[in-house]
């Protein structure tokens, strides 16, 4: 039973991985999108999109028919649980993907945001990359070092969201605005769901449950 | 045991509703914040929202006791896990408000977004109010023609949300469309927690899982 047990947290981690690897594709597709006006790239993402809520969907279902036959109790259970909720942030992640190319898409053939900004997405989607890599890569070592790193990444997003706003206050282009305004809260919000899964990861390694937050965290974006 | 586990379920559900009752008092005066310019009422919402999390986080923790002390199957077990994630929506709920009362304590003593928009943020802020009052009903009464309303509040949002961008998109000041962009996504994501959160309760009670859409789905607001 054990082993059976063993071989089952093994698929479901396998399945982690394999998804984070989807979403690593979705933001850099995007991101690319957006800095080449590439509509088909786009489309591909918001296609795509489809199939990591699948992928995200059946690692549920697999979760829940373990609960339901192993009835895992400490560790494992947590284990278990917080799969599920790795596997909600993972399938947002791949929606904040897939709502970037679609801002991209509504712009076509024109681009997204004021001139101004474009370095700063740039810059955003580089980051938001470099994280999904590093998820990945943390999915599948469990190596708490990256985590640390992630939670570094996130503090460069936060930043460069925040400097969108000093940006665009100038403008005086309503939907350019809109879009950067949307487009800056997607990229913050999609490095959030990554450490919402890194603290996931490094409270299962460290056993410290008692200091687990759960829940996911953002700051506002607004202009101060 | 059996006996035990029903009023663990009803002590889950208790909390569920009472969770839902803060919910809904954080976007109540949210709302009335942002009308009104009330920074008082701005900081008692954002105050306020530790005070949903704790309590989420609490009932997380019963919900993971009670899946290693009983065990669940079937039926049973979707409920506990439906319940966790009934928790997280509540928890993301809560901070929206908390996030749509600082857009306002920020623009304090001035107002949030340009002055033709008002009337619409007054509107998407009055069937909010009103989705956390059908939510409260609905997770203490499980009746899913309460889900029925819930879904059709959120297509009055949506649309209040589109209409925001047409409002917006001939405005001028940078930081007004800004803060107006994130308020109206912010009130458009308060409600579609409030279906996903629908959906579940609806599928527990229909007991048609292979239906059951697990995760939350949401449109990406843009200026098409």
């Known amino acids: 039973m054990r082993e059976v047990f063993q071989q089952e947290l093994a698929d479901v981690q396998g399945r982690l991985v394999e998804i984070a690897r989807l979403v690593r594709a979705a933001i850099t597709d995007a ?33 829940i028919e373990i609960l339901a036959r192993q009835a895992p109790v400490a560790r494992d259970l947590r284990i278990v649980v917080s799969a599920l909720r790795i596997s909600a942030s993972l399938e947002r992640m791949g929606d904040l993907a897939a709502h970037i190319a679609q801002v991209s898409r509504y712009r076509y053939p024109g681009q997204v945001g004021p001139e101004a900004i474009r370095t700063t997405f740039e810059q955003m989607g580089a980051v938001d990359v470099e994280i999904a890599s590093k998820l990945v890569e943390l999915l599948a070592t469990q ?10 990444d996130d503090i460069k997003v936060d930043a460069l969201h925040r400097s969108t706003f000093d940006i665009l206050q100038n403008e005086d282009d309503g939907v350019a605005v809109i879009d950067a305004t949307l487009m800056s809260r997607y990229h913050e919000r999609f490095a ?28 506002p974006g607004t202009a101060e």
């Open 31 to 63: 991101t690319k999108a957006v800095a080449t006006s590439n509509v088909s790239l786009a489309e591909r993402v918001i296609d795509g999109d489809r199939l990591i809520d699948e992928r995200s969907l059946a690692l549920d279902e697999l979760a």
């Open 143 to 152: 190596r708490i070092d990256i985590a640390d790193e992630i939670k570094s």
């Open 192 to 219: 959030d769901h990554a450490v919402s899964i890194a603290k996931k990861i490094e409270y299962l390694a460290t056993g410290d449950w008692h200091q687990l937050d759960w829940q996911q965290r953002d700051a």
